[in-house]
T-cell receptor, first 114, second 109 residues
């Protein structure tokens, strides 16, 4: 079974530039999550989708971050404009559905903002 | 917003058992206790989870206190491949995970 795919794996940009990350969840998984992991910290949930609807985006900085999952499968997370403090690993995860427990994580995208 | 407390780091000798503690004194009756681990440069991976009773799987055992305010992840024989950051997480009914800073486990050959 293929795992959660993310691209790119690494990205370096300058502050005030825009960047987008892509995630392809495990086939059949209805729930998709984006996390931000700053160096030395645990992952922090940014947004959770159930199919193509948002379940929780309470910790998403909506003035600069946006995410979509138009067809209920792939998802993109965008930052516009980026700040230095956005340097982190962005992790995508998926699960069969809400409440089933196990989340499967992708390898992450490491973003460096200069 | 982390709801769990874990030691920052622990060490274990190879092939010896490891007990990783976690405190979650504000746990609610419907919160599940999950453990994930994260190897360097990888996303977290599932280890085990439980609600009230102790749980065993091929990777580890989970011992949950009777009052559910603490739990212990048990690795029966640590190997070098078990060196990772271990996260104890409370899962709400909406399936949101709140990660703390985890315990960095070092396995000594």
């Amino acid at each position: 079974e293929a795992g959660v795919a993310q691209s790119p794996r690494y990205k370096i940009i300058e502050k005030r530039q825009s960047v987008a990350f892509w995630c392809n969840p495990i086939s059949g998984h209805a729930t998709l999550y984006w996390y931000q992991q700053i160096l030395g910290q645990g992952p922090k949930l940014l947004i959770q989708f159930q199919n193509n609807g948002v379940v929780d985006d309470s910790q998403l900085p909506k003035d600069r971050f946006s995410a979509e999952r138009l067809k209920g499968v792939d998802s993109t997370l965008k930052i516009q404009p980026a700040k230095l403090e956005d340097s982190a690993v962005y992790l995508c995860a998926s699960s069969l559905e809400v409440g089933t427990g196990e989340q499967f994580f992708g390898p992450g995208t490491r973003l460096t903002v200069l | 917003d982390a709801k769990t407390t874990q030691p920052n780091s622990m060490e274990s000798n190879e092939e010896e058992p490891v007990h990783l503690p976690c405190n979650h004194s504000t746990i609610s009756g419907t919160d599940y206790i999950h453990w994930y681990r994260q190897l360097p440069s990888q996303g977290p991976e599932y280890v085990i989870h439980g609600l009230t009773s102790n749980v065993n799987n091929r990777m580890a055992s989970l011992a949950i206190a009777e009052d559910r305010k603490s739990s212990t992840l048990i690795l029966h024989r640590a190997t070098l491949r078990d060196a990772a950051v271990y996260y104890c997480i409370l899962r709400s009914t909406g399936n949101q995970f709140y990660f703390g800073t985890g315990t960095s486990l070092t396995v000594i050959p």
